[in-house]
């Protein structure tokens, strides 16, 4: 059974950085497509960003220029740099395959203060 370990996530203030990891217990992540989530209180878990395994990445509309993804596929583990935070980043961020093969992990909690 494949876990997936998100981590990285604080409470910060506007306009403050944060790096997202996720690491997964064993090498599920060449050839797959993957992505961070985003689930935040009273809304559906949402796709923040995506990264195939050529390198090619999607963003949503609302980090586009602002979150960056990468993947390290021989350290099984995934990234999330997120610049210029806002208080809607609020929420608990995930990683998966798209659209989401695996057991969801527990995630990582990411608190934008004004």
């Known amino acids: 059974q494949v876990q997936l370990v998100e981590s990285g996530g604080s409470l910060v203030q506007v306009g403050e950085s944060l790096r997202l990891s996720c690491a997964a217990s064993?090498?599920?992540?060449?050839?797959?497509?993957m992505g961070w989530y985003r689930q935040a209180p009273g809304k559906q878990r949402e796709v923040v960003a995506t990264?195939?395994?050529?390198?090619?990445?999607y963003y949503a509309d609302s980090v586009k220029g602002r979150f960056t993804i990468s993947r390290d596929n021989a350290k099984n583990t995934i990234y999330l740099q997120m610049n210029s935070l806002k208080p809607a980043d609020t929420a608990v961020y995930y990683c998966n395959t798209l659209p989401g093969s695996y057991p969801w992990g527990q995630g990582t909690q990411v608190t934008v203060s004004s």
């Open positions: 064993r090498s599920i992540f060449s050839g797959y497509t």
């Open positions: 990264i195939a395994s050529g390198g090619n990445s």
